[in-house]
């Protein structure tokens, strides 16, 4: 296993636009986390699964993001109606369970343009 | 609301010691991380503490002080590899949910 990873690595798209990431974690990972992260700053919690089932969501979070992990393996993280302020790196980590360390991936870099 | 106070920016100069300082004021506590991220790069796990004390692994080492909500990262022997981001983060609850702070960035010098 290499890891999590992560897909694609850099995106730019329009304003207005959607967009999906794909996040692959290590494979007997159940738990799977989505944090944003801006230049400068640490990231910021926005999501986590355990298996399939979403248990937590940011307030960060709007009703443009979705995210599914539909067969507790890979997930993804849409965004509807892209605005500038979207313009992020996207992180994803996984972990075994609650307790242990949580590896994270390269990031999708988001700019909207 | 959650805080974690750490200083933006440290500088030392090879084969010195330096300390993080992190301070947190949050709703929950389940334990204290430290992680490295170098510019372009992803975190990386460094250190984990749950209990008050001192934890070692290797050149790194993290303390704990659940009484004054206070932890550091103690770094030794530094090499010009450790010039990086250095974030604590505060796991909240049983899930893992990691608060990050604002991040210090080390610079190590010649």
């Known amino acids: 296993d290499t890891g999590v990873s992560q897909d694609p690595r850099h995106k730019i798209t329009k304003r207005g636009q959607n967009v999906t990431f794909r996040c692959d974690p290590i494979?007997?990972?159940?738990?799977l986390y989505w944090y944003r992260q801006t230049l400068g700053q640490g990231p910021e919690f926005l999501t986590y699964?355990?298996?399939?089932?979403?248990?937590?969501k940011s307030r960060l979070l709007s009703d443009r993001f979705s995210a599914e992990r539909p067969k507790g393996s890979f997930s993804t993280l849409e965004i509807q109606r892209t605005e500038q302020g979207d313009s992020a790196m996207y992180l994803c980590?996984?972990?075994?369970?609650?307790?242990?360390?949580?590896?994270f991936g390269q990031g999708t870099r988001l700019t909207v343009v | 609301g959650q805080s974690l106070e750490q200083p933006s920016e440290v500088t030392a100069v090879e084969g010195a010691i330096v300390q993080i300082n992190c301070t947190y004021q949050?709703?929950?506590?389940?334990?204290l991380s430290w992680y490295q991220q170098h510019d372009g790069g992803a975190p990386t796990f460094l250190s984990y503490?749950?209990?008050?004390g001192l934890e070692e692994t290797g050149r790194f080492s993290s303390f704990l002080s659940r009484s004054d909500s206070y932890g550091y990262l103690l770094l030794q022997e530094l090499q010009m590899k450790d010039s990086a981001s250095y974030f604590c983060?505060?796991?909240?609850?049983?899930?893992?949910?990691?608060?990050f702070g604002g991040g210090t960035r080390l610079m190590v010098k010649p």
């Open positions: 983060a505060v796991c909240l609850n049983a899930g893992n949910m990691l608060t």
């Open positions: 980590a996984s972990s075994q369970d609650g307790y242990t360390e949580a590896f």
């Open positions: 503490n749950a209990l008050d």
């Open positions: 949050t709703s929950g506590f389940y334990g």
């Open positions: 699964f355990q298996n399939e089932a979403q248990l937590e």
């Open positions: 494979s007997e990972h159940n738990r």
